[in-house]
């Protein structure tokens, strides 16, 4: 488990999980989908989950990637499948470029 299980356990607390698939006929291209709150839930506490979420995927970007890593946000509610595109750039933290990994430098 490691020396530092506190560590440990603190990262595990704090990771978002996300899956993706990649649209077919474009496999550069990958779509996310993730549960952002219940219906019930105030506006605050579901745009504090987007904000998550988009930090989340935008921090794993590769140092190989020029430009935007997200291109567009649609949220979808499933009992009425209605759609809403999001300005997620407001929701996105200014950050530095990735680091280049040594991987990178290899490839």
Request: net charge negative; proline share 5%; glycine share 4%.
């Amino acid at each position: 488990m490691g020396e530092n299980v506190f560590e440990l356990l603190t990262a595990q607390q704090n990771c978002i999980l996300v899956n993706s698939t990649s649209v077919e006929g474009v496999p550069e291209i990958n779509e996310v989908e993730v549960v952002l709150g219940q219906l019930s839930w105030d506006e605050l506490r579901c745009d504090d989950n987007l904000g998550c979420y988009l930090n989340a995927i935008n921090k794993s970007k590769s140092s190989r990637v020029d430009g935007d890593f997200i291109e567009h946000v649609q949220l979808v509610c499933p009992p009425i499948d209605e759609v809403f595109s999001v300005n997620f750039r407001d929701h996105l933290e200014e950050s530095s470029p990735p680091q280049k990994d040594q991987e990178d430098d290899d490839a």
